[in-house]
């Protein structure tokens, strides 16, 4: 099976604009999470999506924002970027949303300019 | 109460040694611990996982300790070699009903050869 994929790999923005990141989570997977790496932070939980709805949200500001499609996809949102948002955004999908092996993919290097 | 041990935010070893990584989780009611493996510029893998209903898992040369009682996990690894370099994550459930995954800090595994 296909790993979890993300697209883009790299991004670049300045302060003001909006990004969109995309999430393909491993075939038969209907759970996506998202999750925010950044050096000073460590790996925290912004979201997670099943079956087309949010069932869990971190602890973030609305400029986050998620959705999730009927095949499973998933996009995450922010709006008004910050220089603060720069970090790496990583998706992780698990068969179903209860406690359960979660496979992340290689993430998306957001870099706020 | 008595510290079973401590949280290194590296570790340096000779490849063949025998490896220890310690993790102290935040929630008693935590019922599932994952450990991962973080390369450069890649997403976090999946190595072992272990649920609150039993105190020790193996793998294929890694083993997971639960100590309910001190709130503590550690990760061995048999015969270190090389390519186990890498930053090295706990990260417990605390949300039954979904996936979000609360981590640790992380701890940097140098093997040298």
């Known amino acids: 099976k296909a790993g979890v994929t993300q697209t883009p790999r790299y991004l670049i923005k300045t302060r003001g604009q909006q990004v969109t990141l995309s999430c393909s989570p491993i075939s038969g997977h209907r759970s996506v999470s998202w999750y925010q790496q950044t050096p000073g932070q460590g790996l925290q939980f912004l979201f997670e999506?099943?079956?087309?709805?949010?069932?869990n949200k971190g602890n973030f500001p609305g400029r986050f924002s998620g959705r999730q499609f009927s095949n499973s996809r998933s996009e995450m949102n922010v709006s008004t970027l910050e220089l603060g948002d720069s970090a790496l955004y990583l998706c992780a999908s698990s068969p179903d949303s209860m406690a359960d092996t979660q496979y992340f993919g290689p993430g998306t290097r957001l870099t706020v300019l | 109460g008595e510290s079973v041990g401590l949280h290194l935010p590296t570790l340096s070893v000779q490849e063949g040694d025998n490896s220890i990584i310690n993790c102290a989780y935040s929630?008693?009611?935590?019922?599932?611990f994952i450990w991962y493996k973080q390369e450069s510029g890649k997403g976090p893998q999946f190595i072992i996982d272990?649920?609150?209903?039993?105190d020790k898992r193996q793998g294929q040369r890694v083993t997971v300790l639960l100590n309910k009682t001190v709130k503590h996990l550690s990760l061995q690894i048999a015969a270190t070699q090389p390519g186990d370099s890498a930053v090295y994550f706990c990260?417990?459930?605390?949300?039954?009903?979904?996936?979000?995954?609360?981590f640790g800090k992380g701890t940097t595994l140098s093997v040298s050869s």
């Open positions: 272990i649920r609150s209903n039993m």
């Open positions: 990260a417990e459930n605390i949300n039954q009903a979904g996936t979000a995954l609360i």
């Open positions: 999506y099943f079956s087309e709805t949010q069932r």
């Open positions: 929630n008693s009611a935590s019922d599932y």
